[in-house]
Nanobody
Framework: QAQLVESGGGLVQAGGSLRLSCATS????????MGWFRQAPGKEREFVAA????????SYADSVKGRFTISRDNAKNTVYLQMNSLKPEDTAVYYC?????????????????WGQGTQVTVSS
């Protein structure tokens, strides 16, 4: 059974950094587009970043561009989200997701597989 497990969340002060990991198993995700989404309390889930299977193409939400970096290691079946210069408004549960489409979609419904999420809290 396909499984995505996020880790690396926690509490950090504004301006700090965290690296999230998404470990995949149960099927070969190396050909999938992988994405990160987040959901803050009382808000809808939103797109953060996506990466193509080769790692050569990435896409970011405007709100994180220049601060977050998505990467993947297909040999380790893991996707990463490096988050720098964190702000209190980055506080949310962060989810890893996978889609078999070739497009780096920012649309939630295009992603078939989802992890359980990891909490990121940024204090001011």
């Amino acid at each position: 059974q396909a499984q995505l497990v996020e880790s690396g969340g926690g509490l950090v002060q504004a301006g700090g950094s965290l690296r999230l990991s998404c470990a995949t198993s149960g099927r070969t995700f190396s050909s999938y587009v992988m994405g990160w989404f987040r959901q803050a309390p009382g808000k809808e889930r939103e797109f953060v970043a996506a990466i193509r299977w080769s790692g050569s193409s990435t896409s970011y939400a405007d709100s994180v561009k220049g601060r977050f970096t998505i990467s993947r290691d297909n040999a380790k079946n893991t996707v990463y989200l490096q988050m720098n210069s964190l702000k209190p408004e980055d506080t949310a549960v962060y989810y890893c997701a996978a889609t078999s489409g070739a497009i780096m979609s920012s649309t939630i419904t295009n992603y078939r597989y989802w992890g359980q999420g990891t909490q990121v809290t940024v204090s001011s």
